[in-house]
């Protein structure tokens, strides 16, 4: 029974099955470089793809649709979210380039505006706001802040639900979610 190669205990001289040794492994070819650089070109392709989506602007018809700011460029020029309990809205008139308005944090506001599919331009001796003073903590601030970056808005961009004002720089200075109504 000692030569049974079943019965051996591993780690002995026991006999190898040929069938089991690791073979060496192919040299990589033409084929597989080719499946690489297209694998390589559909990744930069995908990544493209969702950059431009970003970057274009999507034409988008404003009138009539409500949004409310999620994030704003602060005095320290760091985009920040809104506070908790700080309502700063933005309402686009009925007629295309006539009206935008809305809750600014504590007061009103409105400007005539006009707008194509990739520029906002407010006239801003049209201007018009209430002065109410809010003593709740950093409401008067953002409200002073989101003011200032809406009127040095100049470019307008639109994807999933979201609308983004830039300034001239193409630095994005507020970010809004549209209000379902």
């Not at 999507?58 to 309502?87: E, H, I, K, Q």
């Not at 006009?114 to 809010?134: E, K, V, W």
């Not at 809406?150 to 470019?155: P, Q, T």
């Amino acid at each position: 029974m000692d030569d049974d190669p079943a019965e051996t205990t591993p780690g002995t001289d026991a006999p190898v099955d040929p069938d089991l040794v690791p073979s060496q492994a192919a040299p990589m070819g033409r084929g597989f470089w080719a499946v690489m650089a297209l694998i390589g070109l559909l990744i930069l392709l995908i990544i493209y793809a969702q950059v431009q989506g970003i970057t274009k602007p999507v034409s988008v018809n404003l009138t009539g649709t409500n949004w409310t700011l999620t994030y704003y460029v602060n005095d320290n020029g760091a985009m920040v979210p809104v506070t908790n309990g700080t309502d700063v809205t933005i309402r686009f008139g009925l007629e295309n380039g006539t009206i935008l308005g809305g809750h600014s944090g504590c007061n009103w506001y409105s400007y005539n505006y006009t707008s194509t599919s990739s520029t906002l331009a407010l006239a801003h001796d049209s201007g018009i706001r209430t002065t109410l003073f809010c003593t709740a903590p950093g409401v008067m601030q953002v409200e002073s802040t989101y003011l200032k970056d809406l009127e040095n808005s100049d470019a307008i961009k639109f994807r999933s639900d979201h609308l983004y004002l830039y300034d001239p720089t193409d630095k994005p200075l507020l970010i809004f979610e549209q209000t379902k109504t």
